[in-house]
């Protein structure tokens, strides 16, 4: 079995701790290992390290590296541009099929929270069962906590079964991040799973899944596939990137496809995708404050989230409010608020304040 | 004419900026020059350096020197410990009686703010001649713009007339700190006046009025005084000052005496007592913002104090929130609870962090 990480991402709603140099996957914020050396740990049991393969831009491969000594070198595949996630996942499915011919490979983002690992990877197993029976593709679909309006939904239907201990049923739609009232509805109806971004399938199931719906992208990976291992190889990725449409692999394949099948699943997800997210999941006091490391002092002070390693932060009357501080820069915002944070890095590269991103 | 300088107060307030080894006064708060320095900027058109005299301890002379170099050494009067005003104003006095015999003296505090600096002279011009004719104590009173809870109040009376184009009321009678309550009934009926606590009279009038009121510090006083210009100076006024208690001029003196003047006075007076305060009298824009110095986004943000020289500052959503960073401390306050940074340092003292202090 592979598994493939995605760690393309920048997560500019992390800054001012994440940067253009050091994206959120590459930072310590959920505990004392940055998210990628989480990810990585979480799937070990399930996958030596020369099986995993990680997909990442140029500019963060050494860091990468650094930060993951086990994996082999080979293993960490650049791409010279991103260009989402359905060229991605497919560059990897040419590596695994040039490596041994066909596996099951297990795709997950970089930068996810589990709570808890162990029934996380026993859906994993199951998934790729079902994966290898059905010649599918297999989502894993979270049951939502609330009608959260930032996450993709994948609609249950018909179940097919207990495989591996798990009931896996077919996908009867994929939506993308709806309104909050569709939102709502969707929770109601008990159908609906949020879309962990999570995909398990045969490398071969999603070549040829690409073939038919995205035949550009399809053609560019036979040239990358003929140039692997060849002194032309990197030329090869370069020109064939260049000239992709970027696509994501919900929308280019899994919204069009046939066979596709969602686990319902509940393990502690969490996307960590802001700063309130990062409170939801961070150990709170009894007043709700979350003080990951550092020393502060909070005056009538309710669910704040502070992060000041090297600084005494004091907080008088604050109720609701994320704090972060960097060495160059501060962020205070309303909690709720943590989605605009890419408003403020938006702004900063309109002003042209390239040493803040 | 002579000025006192009162210097010996530590403005916890100002905290993070203001530390033991740096009160307010000696900060660069409300411009590019400390406030001690505004304050012997602004009387310097009325008395020359060689007669303006500075309180203050032994920790902060060396500070002192250095932000004010054309005051002479021998003018900055140290006290070995605090004792509060009445013993302050009762030492310079002594040393004016021993330098010239007597003269007016003016008395102001460190650290207040004076939006017009020409009117402020001439009130207190208008005050020396009154102090000269009355012999007698005269106050400046603040028209109050609310009923702050803050301040003392001066109650005025009759009217003696106009000298030097001010009107001079009788003091009817002097109040600390009100409650709400009482403050509103103040404000409400007229008659009543900040306590801006600066003080014009002739050395000889207060000395006089110490020895009828507090006995024990004028025998102090008097043992000071023969010592002046002596080897033993030092050595006396530690002596003398361990043994006097701590008594306010307003408290020992000023609700006693007879002979009690006010001059209603509107100069832009501000006594920048806290963060709240300072951020009364900061420029804003058009949101409220008051940004000193430094660089800050500010999105969906109103009335909001922020000093971070060196740092990036964003803030989201954020409403009503004074943010102060320095080097190694960073606070985060609600408008109008600046008042409660008191408790922040009570805490780091209670904690012994007195790296903070």
């Given at each position: 079995m592979h598994a493939v990480i995605?760690?393309?991402?920048?997560?500019?709603?992390?800054w001012p701790r994440s940067r253009e140099k050091k994206p959120k996957h590459l930072l310590d914020i959920t505990s004392d290992k940055t998210i990628i050396q989480e990810t990585v740990d979480r799937i070990r049991p399930l996958v030596d390290p020369e099986n995993i393969l990680i997909v990442t831009g140029a500019k963060h491969a050494r860091e990468l590296r650094l930060q993951l000594p086990d994996i082999p070198e080979s293993n960490i595949l650049i791409e010279p541009v991103g260009r989402n996630t359905a060229a991605c996942i497919g560059l990897a499915a040419v590596h695994i099929m040039k490596r041994i011919g066909d596996d099951v490979m297990i795709v997950l983002p970089s930068d996810h929270a589990i709570g808890n690992p162990k029934k996380f990877r026993s859906v994993l197993k199951a998934a790729a069962l079902a994966a290898k029976k059905q010649d599918g593709l297999v989502t894993i679909g979270i049951r939502p906590s609330m009608p959260h309006t930032g996450f993709g939904y994948l609609e249950g239907g018909s179940s097919i079964g207990k495989i591996g201990g798990e009931e896996v049923l077919r996908v009867r739609s994929i939506r993308e991040k709806p309104k909050a009232t569709l939102a709502a509805k969707f929770v109601k109806s008990g159908r609906f799973y949020w879309n962990s971004g999570m995909f398990v399938w045969k490398a071969s199931t999603i070549l040829e899944e690409i073939r038919r719906h995205l035949p550009a992208l399809s053609d560019g990976l036979g040239t990358i596939s003929d140039a692997l291992g060849t002194a032309l190889e990197k030329r090869v990725v370069a020109r064939i990137y260049r000239r992709q449409a970027s696509v994501s692999i919900d929308y280019g394949v899994m919204e069009k496809a046939k066979n596709v099948f969602v686990i319902p699943a509940d393990f502690g997800w969490n996307d960590v995708g802001s700063w309130d997210a990062l409170w939801d999941i961070s150990a709170k006091d009894s007043q709700g404050n979350a003080v990951p490391g550092g020393f502060a002092l909070l005056e009538d002070t309710n669910n704040a989230f502070v992060y000041s390693p090297s600084k005494l932060v004091a907080m008088i009357g604050m109720k609701n409010v994320i704090v972060v501080e960097t060495q160059d820069a501060l962020l205070v915002c309303k909690k709720g608020r943590s989605q605009d944070v890419k408003k403020i890095v938006d702004a900063l590269e309109a002003a042209k304040k390239i040493q803040y991103l």
């Open positions: 995605m760690a393309g991402g920048r997560g500019t709603r992390f």
